[in-house]
Nanobody
């Protein structure tokens, strides 16, 4: 069974830093795009940053210059380094990935989208 497991959230003061990690495990053939989304109370989930299999990155405007997304293909892991955190960065951060997974013993493969369980990030002013 394929799953994404996040870690690294917590409580930090404004101006501080946190590093989120998301590890993919299971019958994975390849990892395509990976990204981080966040959802603040009362708001819709929004894309924060994403990285393709070719390491092209994309950032939401408000985090440009402060957040850095990276991936370690050998570990099937994506990271989000968050610096100069602001109270408005508070929310639940979710890992998301487009994976090609192996679905049977014959080696058949399908592309599917997966979500992690979320990790809370709270930035105090």
């Amino acid at each position: 069974q394929v799953q994404l497991v996040e870690s690294g959230g917590g409580l930090v003061q404004a101006g501080g830093s946190l590093r989120l990690s998301c590890a993919a495990s299971g019958s994975i053939f390849s990892i395509n795009r990976m990204g981080w989304y966040r959802q603040a109370p009362g708001k819709q989930r929004e894309l924060v940053a994403s990285v393709t299999s070719g390491s092209s990155t994309n950032y939401e405007d408000s985090v440009k210059g402060r957040f850095t997304i990276s991936r370690d293909n050998a570990k099937n892991t994506v990271y989000l380094q968050m610096n100069s955190l602001k109270p408005e960065d508070t929310g639940v951060y979710y890992c998301n990935a487009d994976l090609t997974v192996i679905v049977n013993i014959a080696g058949a493969r399908v592309e599917r989208n997966f979500w992690g369980q979320g990790t809370q990030v709270t930035v105090s002013s």
